[in-house]
């Protein structure tokens, strides 16, 4: 088997403490300074960035345009980090291209004022002067990446339905947008991740315009004038190839040209002007998490983007080994964006589309599991133990609704080994327990390959007695599954289906029990997605020290810098911009002289630039359950929602849309809580055999991307394939999968299957 390294140097918890310990004891033996003049430099650029992803190649951008050499260090085989690897989310405001084309008002004021306002939980720990940094500059980098040939969606920017603890999301007006990638092979992941349509065209523009690229090598240290004093001189990377298992030969990635041919072991790069650290947060690296929220244990180790990245919190502790403070990790605890339900069970890799054998580093992925179906399953700790209710965590974009069940699954396990008294807390991986009958009415192959078998992803048992005993996972190999609490976990969750009613946790899909032998465990772990906290910067994004000093010619941007929690690549293309515009600015002093206030071309009108007085347009809400309302009603409406949880106050009734009700023999129904917008139905008319008519009778899904989505490509497709196994649109996942499980059940019902 060949050596498998991606980005190894997973740096340990020992390494920040020891930082700790430098500035308690004032022992500055532990990280001495290199003398500039005894280091040996091999290749020198005015801007080195470290990391090519969603801000990485922004910044390296950015800075050739404003007249510096750009060198980009990326410890992958291939350029994109965790950004190649996302859905492509866009999401930008300010009065973006995008948002004037579709004629939808907003502000750099706009946008600033509703990422820091403390109503909305996901603003809760910003930064408010990075966030002004971003609003400001938001609108001019989302043109700088489209005109160095980023392709946006064609759709209306929308609001999106993200809601946390009962309140909105931070949008008030319409932000989201998709990358197009549709012009982009994707052999990192095999499959279509619109992210790609960022980074790939960002990187062939610094291709075309010469930047240099040393691939392959990890920055590890960071070179400054003093341990914690004078500039950052540059950085040192080690050698890092990529050679996946049964090859001999490294990886190499989609373009070449301007990669430093090199393998040595070392290398010194020096930075003239200055070094920016975008190398994709910490969220991969547990000592380093776990320092901040102890929760996340070692079992998520499912990370959004992995195998390909996997964030290793390499930027971050270089630059804590010169002095860098950390920003907004607060955001660690919070977990709004930062941890998410699998979409795929029975692998470890289960975030997202999941990879194909296409993808280049299908060795490591090994399998891509299966579309969970929630009417077919229940989930279990390790002790076999149901502990939540499976809707909640059936719906990723609802955080408030997901959040519970996530918040259960940490503390699900308790056990008293020695029957002292002394009971010891677990969270651990979860499963997801299904009979065969589920295999069958989902068309799941399982086999090695479609779930992994193989490294203990997914057991298989005649009995549910004996499918708990084989189930043993490498993290918790102490706490063993429990023969008779899983059989009578399984037996109680089939009397609910008998009844209807789920008298535990008030599961509302009860459709199918568990009882046809084999019986399945399938790894149902969540997935960590995004650090959104990182090094702490100043608004020019240059980096701090614990003393709160700028430290010269040192720059973060994205992941790698904490400041704002904001989902999508928006606020990552952004800061990287902004880090590469001010880096390319640095005086003698390594201080960026850039100015971060707003362009006069991105202002628009001047009523809407102006702080609006009268905020209700503001507060105008989009189709839910909350209604168009003043900014000085935001108080009053928090107050009602606080009184209701207690039984103070009269919820107000929300009637569902009607569902039209097919009247014909040949007519048949099948649905699906999983959609973006909620509930989706599908009716199919079959003749002889044949799907004649596929229509859309319940349908809550955003008209300009789910709803295009629906009528243009998925209806059709599966028309034409005569089967609800139709390939995934880029830009409408959640649509996509919602779609496929709903005209599955209508198929069945119809006896297609």
């Not at 948002?99 to 910003?126: C, G, H, I």
Request: glycine share 10%; net charge negative; hydrophobic share 40%.
């Amino acid at each position: 088997m060949g050596k498998i390294h991606i980005r190894s140097f997973m740096k340990t918890m020992a390494m920040a403490l020891a930082v700790v310990l430098v500035f308690v004891t004032a022992d500055f033996t532990a990280f001495a300074a290199v003398p500039a003049q005894d280091i040996t430099w091999d290749y020198e650029a005015d801007v080195v960035v470290i990391g090519a992803g969603g801000a990485g190649l922004p910044a390296a951008l950015k800075a050739m345009e404003d007249g510096s050499s750009v060198l980009i260090v990326e410890a992958n085989w291939d350029c994109g980090g965790h950004a190649a690897t996302s859905e492509g989310q866009l999401h930008s405001g300010g009065k973006t291209v995008s948002q004037s084309k579709w004629n939808v008002e907003d502000s750099a004021d706009l946008y600033y004022f509703d990422q820091t306002r403390p109503q909305a939980q996901a603003a809760a720990f910003n930064d408010k002067g990075y966030a002004r940094a971003v609003a400001n500059s938001m609108a001019e980098a989302y043109e700088f990446v489209v005109n160095n040939g980023v392709v946006v969606v064609d759709a209306e920017p929308m609001v999106r339905a993200f809601y946390l603890d009962g309140g909105p999301d931070t949008d008030s007006v319409g932000r989201l947008t998709y990358a197009d990638a549709s012009a982009w092979e994707n052999y990192i992941m095999g499959t279509t991740a619109a992210g790609i349509g960022v980074t790939r065209p960002l990187e062939k523009s610094l291709r075309d315009k010469g930047a240099k690229f040393l691939m392959n090598y990890h920055m590890d240290t960071i070179y400054r004038e003093g341990q914690f004093d004078g500039k950052v001189l540059g950085v040192q990377a080690s050698y890092t190839p990529h050679i996946m298992p049964g090859q001999t030969e490294p990886l190499v990635g989609y373009f070449t040209d301007g990669n430093i041919d090199s393998t040595k072991e070392t290398l010194n790069i020096k930075a003239n002007k200055g070094v920016v650290i975008a190398t994709g947060g910490s969220i991969g690296n547990v000592n380093f998490r776990t320092m901040f929220n102890p929760a996340w244990g070692p079992e998520y180790d499912g990370l959004a983007g992995a195998p390909f990245s996997d964030q290793d919190a390499s930027g971050e502790l270089a630059a804590m080994e010169v002095g860098a403070a950390l920003g907004s990790m607060g955001n660690y605890t919070a977990e709004i964006w930062s941890i998410c339900s699998p979409r795929r069970f029975g692998v470890r890799y289960g975030y997202g589309g999941g990879y194909t054998e296409k993808a280049k580093v299908w060795p490591l992925v090994v399998a891509r599991g299966v579309q969970p179906d929630y009417d077919s399953l229940c989930i279990v700790n390790m002790l076999g133990s149901r502990f939540g209710n499976e809707d909640e965590y059936a719906a990723p974009q609802l955080i408030s609704t997901r959040y519970p069940f996530l918040r259960n699954s940490y503390s699900s396990v308790v056990i008293d080994p020695d029957g002292d008294g002394n009971a010891e807390i677990y969270g651990g991986p979860i499963w997801a327990i299904f009979d065969q009958a589920a295999a069958d009415r989902n068309e799941w192959k399982m086999e090695q390959g479609v779930v992994d078998f193989d490294n203990g992803y997914c057991f298989k048992g005649d009995t549910l007695e004996e499918l708990a005993e084989k189930v043993v996972n490498k993290y918790y190999e102490h706490v063993k599954m429990d023969p008779a609490i899983l059989a009578e976990t399984i037996r109680r969750y089939n009397s609910f289906v008998e009844k209807g009613v789920d008298e535990d946790w008030g599961k509302k899909t009860l459709a199918n029990k568990i009882e046809q032998g084999p019986f399945y465990a399938a790894w149902a772990t969540p997935s960590l997605h995004d650090t959104l906290a990182g090094l702490r910067v100043n608004e020019s994004m240059q980096v701090m020290d614990i003393r709160g000093n700028v430290i010269p010619n040192l720059f973060a941007a994205g992941e790698s810098s904490g400041g704002m929690a904001v989902h999508g690549l928006g606020r990552v293309i952004t800061s990287g911009y902004i880090a590469g515009r001010s880096a390319a600015s640095v005086d003698e002093n390594g201080m960026a002289t850039a100015d971060n206030a707003l362009k006069a071309a991105y202002y628009g009108d001047e009523t809407n630039y102006k702080t609006k007085t009268d905020t209700a347009a503001v507060y105008a809400q989009r189709g839910g359950s909350f209604k168009a309302m003043a900014h000085s009603e935001k108080m009053r409406e928090w107050e009602d929602l606080a009184a209701a949880k207690t039984g103070e106050a009269t919820e107000e009734k929300v009637e569902e849309p009607a569902v039209q009700q097919p009247a014909a023999d040949n007519v048949f129904t099948g649905s699906s809580v999983k959609g973006y917008g909620g509930k989706l139905t599908v009716a199919i008319t079959v003749e002889d055999g044949k799907i004649v008519k596929l229509e859309l009778v319940d349908n809550g899904e955003t008209a300009s991307i789910g709803g295009k989505a629906l009528e243009e490509t998925l209806v059709p497709a599966a028309l034409e394939k005569q089967s609800a196994d139709v390939d995934t649109v880029a830009s409408a996942t959640v649509t996509s999968e919602a779609f496929r499980e709903a005209l599955s059940k209508a198929m069945e019902s119809a006896g297609l299957k």
